[in-house]
């Protein structure tokens, strides 16, 4: 069974950082991508940050570029989020994605693994 399983969510401060984890199990996904996703109240689910697991290539949404590292560690089957510089703007759920594909893709519709996601809310 695939499981894709979230940590590190929580309430912060704009300016603060957070780093979200994801851990992986089930399969190896050593020749996917994986993404992070976010999904706002009333708003539809966006795509943050992914990465090429076996290349390292990354891509960002313009709206975290220079702000957010998406990283991975194949000893731990792990991928991370680096948060820094947080605004409110950034609250949202934060979902782990994988799919089979080789390419990274923002589209919700390429994913074929996702986790139950972790709340991060940025709030003065």
């Known amino acids: 069974q695939v499981q894709l399983v979230e940590s590190g969510g929580g309430v912060v401060q704009p300016g603060d950082s957070l780093r979200l984890s994801c851990a992986t199990s089930?399969?190896?996904?050593?020749?996917?991508?994986m993404a992070w996703f976010r999904q706002a109240p009333g708003k539809e689910r966006e795509f943050v940050a992914g990465?090429?697991?076996?290349?390292?290539?990354?891509s960002y949404a313009d709206s975290v570029k220079g702000r957010f590292t998406i990283g991975r560690d194949s000893g731990k089957n792990t991928i991370y989020l680096q948060m820094n510089s947080l605004n409110p703007e950034d609250t949202a759920v934060y979902y782990c994605?994988?799919?089979?594909?080789?390419?990274?893709?923002?589209?919700?519709?390429?994913?074929?693994?996702w986790g139950q996601g972790t709340q991060v809310t940025v709030s003065s």
């Open positions: 994605a994988a799919s089979t594909s080789t390419t990274i893709t923002t589209s919700t519709m390429s994913y074929n693994y």
């Open positions: 990465v090429y697991w076996s290349a390292g290539s990354t």
């Open positions: 089930g399969r190896s996904f050593g020749r996917s991508v």
